[in-house]
């Protein structure tokens, strides 16, 4: 392959990453006008966001293995024409039922094309230096998507109505299903692979059942008989799918991955990075529509600045990890988004409010650390998965991210739930929430992983 048609497949690769991050932070924009719409509660609408993550966090880890079994390149396309087509369906409808299904469906399209596309670039760029190289870049493209997606769904609501946010998918996955067709001519599979059905079965609905008790105790009070139950049965899908998968003959996780220290504490910087990245864009849009009473297009300009920097953090890092290490840049990273969230939270304190402008300035110097944390941590975690369990690193990394993301709209309903009255002290919880996610990821790897 040329290196015209090397860098047109790194594009297509990051199609698919750049549609999963617009139906979130596209879509958390839309929540209002969704409500409004469609005549609903805001913990109702929110689960348009929570139906999308809950599918594509819990179902990544299958997918990781069907992409190993039976091939990144056919399970990519198999899952971009399901997103495609449920996109489709999200444009049509007017009930919210509905709305949360094909929601689902989409995270389910997702999570089958997000893995195998991080595995077919991981296999496209032999060379070490040149793979962290392109995932550096691959990363800043997707963080553009992040950043000026909320700037194009503003816009698209204004002029539009929420709907056209889902029509942009329908060309963008065309385009991906035939680029893929034309340049990718193996599809590397190993039939060898087994696949426990009932494990993965296990922590979809572990998983689902702890998320319905969470999100929902919020509206009916945590010690709701309907909703215990629901945490009952979380715990015991857990119990269950823990003793289940030290026999198992074909884990979720390969045994030797889960005893990786760098895989394991990669693996959780990815989720608390986006339970922060999240809840902060989450809770951001929130307060620039209801608080500051801005338009759509008006409250995702405001957070195209922190996306921005996000890029900017990725392409440094792109640059910088030929002379520095990765580990090394993950510390730096992670201070950086601390001394971000910690300037946030002294401003409201100490002054009582803080201004719109160092809010941006400052949730922006958090964006710079992220931007560098997030192509640092992927490419740890892929150096220690290896060429042989690329595909179920891909899976674990983007599961961890997304439940994480899952975990961070919950914990920004809850805080929003909670103190809505005082929109200042929204804002500080929020990121007084983030330095203590921050330290503890700090701690982590400095003991487990960049000694």
């Known amino acids: 392959m040329n290196k015209k048609a090397s860098a047109y497949l790194l594009f297509v690769l990051s199609l698919g990453y750049v549609m999963a991050v617009l139906d979130t932070t596209g879509v958390v924009l839309a929540i209002p006008h969704i409500k409004m719409d469609m005549q609903v509660s805001l913990e109702q609408s929110i ?31 198999f899952g ?38 991080l595995a077919l670039l991981f296999l496209t760029y032999v060379d070490p230096i040149k793979r962290a190289t392109m995932l550096g870049i691959w990363t800043a493209i997707i963080s553009v998507a992040t950043g000026t997606g909320s700037f194009i769904a503003g816009m698209m609501i204004s002029y539009f109505g929420w709907r056209g946010i889902f029509l942009v998918n329908i060309p963008l996955g065309a385009l991906t299903v035939l680029s893929l067709l034309i340049l990718v001519d193996k599809n590397i599979a190993d039939q060898q692979v087994k696949i426990d ?10 998983i689902s059942c702890l998320v319905i008790y969470l999100v929902e105790g919020e509206q ?31 884990p979720i996780v390969p045994i030797e991955l889960l005893k990786n220290a760098e895989f394991m504490v990669a693996n959780l910087i990815g989720f608390v990075v986006n339970i922060s990245l999240y809840g902060i864009v989450l809770i951001l849009g929130l307060y620039f529509q209801i608080y500051l009473k801005m338009s759509a ?80 941590t992927t490419t740890l975690l892929m150096q220690a998965a290896g060429q042989k369990y690329s595909g179920i690193a891909a899976a674990t990394l983007n599961a961890n991210k997304q439940i994480g993301g899952l975990f961070g709209t919950m914990l920004a309903s809850i805080i929003v739930g909670k103190l809505s009255q005082n929109w200042d002290l929204v804002i500080s919880m ?21 000694r």
């Not at 008989?225 to 979380?234: D, E, G, M, Q, R």
């Open 47 to 77: 689960w348009v966001i929570n139906a999308y993550v809950l599918a594509l966090g819990s179902m990544l880890l299958l997918s990781g293995m069907l992409t190993a079994k039976y091939g990144a390149k056919k399970i990519l396309i």
């Open 80 to 117: 971009m024409l399901i997103f495609t087509g449920a996109s489709l369906g999200c444009t049509l409808v007017n009930e919210i039922l509905a709305m949360i299904v094909l929601r689902f469906m989409q995270g389910f399209g997702a999570a089958l094309f997000m893995p195998s596309s």
């Open 197 to 206: 059905i009932l494990d993965n079965l296990l922590l979809v609905l572990s």
């Open 220 to 250: 009916y009070g945590y010690m709701d008989n309907i909703l215990l139950l629901f945490l009952a049965l979380a715990l015991l899908f857990f119990t269950w799918l823990f003793f289940y998968e030290r026999k198992s003959k074909a």
């Open 297 to 376: 297009m008006v409250a995702g300009s405001l957070i195209v600045p922190g996306m921005v920097i996000l890029v900017v953090g990725n392409l440094f890092y792109a640059r910088a990890v030929n002379k520095i290490s990765a580990g090394m840049l993950a510390t730096i990273s992670i201070v950086l988004a601390i001394l971000g969230a910690v300037a946030i939270v002294g401003f409201e304190l100490f002054s009582g409010k803080i201004s719109l402008l160092l809010l941006l300035a400052f949730f922006a110097l958090m964006s710079l650390g992220i931007g560098i944390l997030t192509p640092a």
């Open 430 to 450: 929020l990121f007084l929430s983030n330095i203590l996610l921050y330290l503890l990821i700090f701690i982590v790897a400095r003991r487990y992983l960049y």
